[in-house]
C-alpha cells in the first residue's frame, strides 16, 4: 500500500511563496498519478494540480502561472512550488496519489494560511 506524508505548509504574507512537498512509500509503481488538493473553509475540496503518467500536468486556472508540480520519481516525491501567494489560496492542501487498479489515497494535509 502507498502512503503519503506531506510537510512544506505555513504562514506566508500575499506574494510569497511557498513549497510543499509529499513522500510517497510503498509500491510506489502502482501509482497513476500524483497531485494536490486543497479545501478551504466552507468550500469543496478542489484540484490545484497533478502529474499523470509522468507526462501530463493539470492544473486550476486559478493556479496557472504561478504554481507548479514537479515530481522526483528517485525520491518518491511530488512537489508544489507556489509562487505570488493570494489569500484565496488560504488552505489546506492534501496530497493525493492515484493507484494503476483506481485506488485514491490521501495524505493527511498541510496547512496554508496567506495572511498580512
Known amino acids: 500500500q502507498v502512503q503519503l506524508v506531506e510537510s512544506g505548509g505555513g504562514l506566508v504574507q500575499p506574494g510569497g511563496s511557498l513549497r510543499l512537498s509529499c513522500a510517497a512509500s510503498g509500491i510506489i509503481s502502482s501509482i497513476y498519478s500524483m497531485g494536490w488538493y486543497r479545501q478551504a473553509p466552507g468550500k469543496e475540496r478542489e484540484l490545484v494540480a497533478r502529474?499523470?503518467?509522468?507526462?501530463?500536468?493539470n492544473y486550476a486556472d486559478s493556479v496557472k502561472g504561478r504554481f507548479t508540480i514537479s515530481r522526483n520519481v528517485a525520491k518518491n516525491t511530488v512537489d508544489l512550488q507556489m509562487n505570488n501567494l493570494k489569500p484565496e489560496d488560504t488552505a489546506v492542501y492534501y496530497c493525493?496519489?492515484?493507484?494503476?487498479?483506481?485506488?485514491?489515497?490521501w495524505g493527511q494535509g498541510t496547512q496554508v494560511i496567506v495572511s498580512s
Open positions: 502529474i499523470i503518467n509522468l507526462l501530463n500536468t
Open positions: 493525493n496519489a492515484v493507484l494503476k487498479v483506481g485506488t485514491s489515497l
